[in-house]
């Protein structure tokens, strides 16, 4: 279990944080860039407004995911970053609170996208957007592609990259294909036929894997999320990122209140803290997310890379029922592993 305390200098606030609990917020989020992302954006300036100090729980959503299993008669986590389908997981095993709405004043500002309800409950809010897009080699392709059947051009065979059903983006990716391809509500035989003639260089478990592959040159087109690529471009890799004329695939990074959560209150709060625009501003600089509050003010260099492109908004992503993506995930996974795996 790996855990860290981030140790705000604003400890020196006695009395700051008398409206809310004393004890340390359990908050688990991903590691690596996203996980900086959080502790600068969101963690220290909680700290620095409550006086609480925060416990970062690392790991992905499918290790938090099982730790609130575990802990669920008494849980350590006081809020969880989720992604989506996991999110609605948790929600169906009885792992979260129903967040007040009430008590956010930057609630106000989210948008309708990023609220997530179950009957009359909200059980997740969105701090958010990044997008599956079509990352190239600038060395290899001369023009920006334009549409995902760009990625079954014989130029290209056997240095294409797309997610499988291992990675979060995997099952998404077939169900939007298919949408852009055939149709929204098609039987997914045309898009599995399509697939199934992918001359593929790689089917990635890992979006580091597929970073990877492009770094070394193995890969020349791909389905990577925007936030990976940026940052390979950003690091002065010879990669662009577009969104194609069919769209792209999108989700969000979700927040979650830990059902019997000791800290409730404070949990709110760190709630309230992300959804700022100063928050919302800052994760947009640091990890090209696109914000779920309204009315943040962009550069246009910042822009371009939202998973929404400049001049775009979250109207512009496709953004799935995941409730409908887990109902279909076995299907596709045993059918991926039947038709696609050679």
Known sequence: MIKYVLL????????????????????????????????????????????????????????????????KSDPVIDVAYLDGGISEAAQEAGLLEPINMAALVNGKSLVPQAIYKDADDVFAVGTGFYSLGLTYSTNEIDEAPESWKDLWNEAYAGAVAIPSPNNSAGVPFVIFLNNAFNGEGQDLSSVFAELSTLDTGLLYDTSGAASNAFQSGDIAIGAHFNVGAWDLIDAGMPIGFVVPKEGVWATDVRMHVVKNSKNADAAQKYLDVALSQKAAHCLAENLYLGPAVADVSLTSEIEKKLPWGEGGSVDDLKLLNWSEVNAERADITDRWNREIVK
């Open 8 to 71: 705000s200098s604003a400890l020196g606030l006695i009395g700051v944080s008398q409206a809310y609990s004393a004890e340390p917020l359990t908050v688990a989020y991903y590691g690596g860039n996203w996980g900086e992302a959080f502790d600068k954006c969101v963690a220290k300036p909680f700290t620095e407004e409550t006086g609480i100090a925060v416990v970062a729980e690392i790991g992905n959503s499918t290790t938090t995911f099982s730790k609130l299993q575990q802990q």
